[in-house]
């Protein structure tokens, strides 16, 4: 499944939109210089009909735009200082996860499972699997809470694995706060239609370098 969009409260894409357009007006004016100084030393060596057509089209600013826009939404937006800016942790990768479901107000078991958050600028999507079921988000969005870090609140579907015939279909919805080095988190989740039951959840970030 791809990745949805996501909201954050109290950022605006729009602005940061603005900021892509005249970024990207400033380098269709940078490459058209460009151009047009290669251009003119190649007329002035006699290498001019040698030239590719498409060399001669003129380059604007929504012809870049395109282009900085996934380099932002794909990269630039991960750099530590864009992060600061922009108020928005990174939450990509693997998260061990650690549960509690709760029936009538006792503990009814523990579980694991693992975690993985996919994420870009403008989409995320956050997928978790028991061994025994899975499930997807299916929409999302972040609030950033001074002095705690982030919540990141997501509504999602979940499916049993084929075998599980004690296991059903559901969806529900999950509160995570996440710290402010967004390497650990804590929260509560909620199933309905088809399961009802509510429970804890803890996420830490797993370390690819030890395997763990």
Known sequence: MTPHEYSIIGHSRAA?????GTIAGFVATACAIAITFVLGLANSWGFADHIPAILMLPLSAGIIYPLV??????????????LQFLGVPDLNGDWLCEGTTIDNGEIRFQWTATVTISQTWEKIRVY???GFSSSASVSAAL???PGRGFIL???YRNAPKIGEKELCSHVGYCELTFNAPADAAEGEYFNNKG????GRMKLKRKDLSNGC
């Open 16 to 20: 940061i939109g603005r900021y892509l």
């Open 69 to 82: 826009h996934w380099f932002f939404d794909h990269r630039a937006w991960r750099h530590p200082k864009v």
């Open 128 to 130: 978790l699997n028991t």
């Open 143 to 145: 609030l950033k809470e």
């Open 153 to 155: 609140m997501y509504s």
């Open 195 to 198: 399961r009802i039951t509510y």
